[in-house]
């Protein structure tokens, strides 16, 4: 028997019919159509699922979507703002930090939310906020440029805006 919850996810409230034993990650792309969140290991081992719970990476795969009710959930297609993409998304297609694809929702916004926390990461911390998604594309170094990179252009918005 379904049960009615509401999600806030991408800045708009859902009312949905939820299968109480479905995950959230089922829930974002079956019921909601939010593709972008990838089905990986289902074991909270490789991070393909990872979404934003109130800024914060968390394993959608694992979360039930009544324990998120009320919180503020981003998927990747939430990730831009205003039809601007988040400078991760332009970084990571400029440097080819991307290939099969199947990991990259997941690490940009792992990556969104370390740059959130360490605006110029070291590379220490790119790898540590980073550790929790798995690829087996890239070897990783593009996507570690493809961070700095963002965060330096990030940073040079910041003061040319003053913001
Ligand atoms: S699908 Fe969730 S961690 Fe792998
Ligand atoms: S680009 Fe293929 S798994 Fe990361």
Request: glycine share 12%; proline share 4%; net charge negative.
């Amino acid at each position: 028997m379904r049960e009615l919850i509401t999600l806030h996810v991408n800045g708009e409230s859902h009312e949905v019919a939820v299968l109480p034993h479905h995950t959230l990650l089922e829930v974002l792309r079956e019921d909601l159509g939010l593709i972008g969140t990838k089905h990986g290991c289902e074991l909270g081992e490789c991070g393909a699922c990872t979404v934003l719970l109130n800024d914060k990476p968390v394993l959608s795969c694992l979360l039930l979507p009544i324990e998120v009710q009320g919180q503020r959930i981003t998927t990747i297609e939430g990730l831009e703002h205003n039809g601007t993409l988040h400078p991760l998304q332009e970084t990571f297609a400029e440097l080819g930090a991307a290939q099969c694809g199947y990991c990259t929702p997941g690490i940009l916004l792992s990556g969104a939310a370390l740059l959130r926390e360490h605006p110029h990461p070291t590379r220490e911390q790119a790898k540590e906020g980073l550790s929790g998604n798995l690829c087996r594309c890239t070897g990783y170094t593009k996507i570690y440029e493809a961070v700095e990179l963002a965060a330096q252009r990030m940073g040079h918005s910041k003061e040319g805006n003053n913001l």
